[in-house]
């Protein structure tokens, strides 16, 4: 009898901690310690206004979600750009900016400093809320 509660304290515990690190994952968060990125670093010049700046991996299936997501709010803001870099193939990049899984989208102002990031899928609505927060 004391396995099965502890089955369930199990299951109850991981599936209050799946809910959690679901809720968690993809949620922009306000950098104050700020990097700066060139564009020579990317390679491709920087959004006049934002550049969110992916970091994807080959076999990562979040990073296409992340993608179609970006490109699809980019599309109608031409002062808003998405870039999309390969971690592996741009390690200096993504060890300076510490990027410890993929996909991780940063978020650049139009100097090329840090002022957000998201880890995992960032969610829609705090996209274009931030796209708000740094109208012109």
């Known amino acids: 009898m004391s396995s099965f509660f502890l089955l369930v304290l199990v299951l109850v515990a991981s599936s209050i901690f799946g809910y959690w690190y679901q809720n968690k994952s993809g949620e922009i968060k306000r950098k104050s310690r700020q990097l700066e990125v060139s564009a020579e670093e990317i390679g491709q010049k920087l959004g006049t206004r ?3 700046l992916q970091f994807s991996s080959a076999f990562c299936s979040p990073c296409r979600t992340t993608k179609v997501l970006l ?6 803001t031409p002062d808003v750009k998405h870039v999309e870099i390969d971690a592996e193939s741009h390690l200096e990049l993504a060890r300076k ?8 989208t940063i978020v650049l102002n139009s100097n090329g400093k840090e002022v957000g990031r998201a880890v995992g899928v960032p969610k829609r609505n705090q996209v274009l ?3 708000e927060i740094f109208e012109i």
């Open 50 to 52: 934002l550049t969110l």
């Open 97 to 104: 900016l510490n990027i410890l899984s993929t996909p991780t």
């Open 71 to 76: 490109n699809d709010l980019t599309s109608t």
């Open 129 to 131: 809320n931030l796209l």
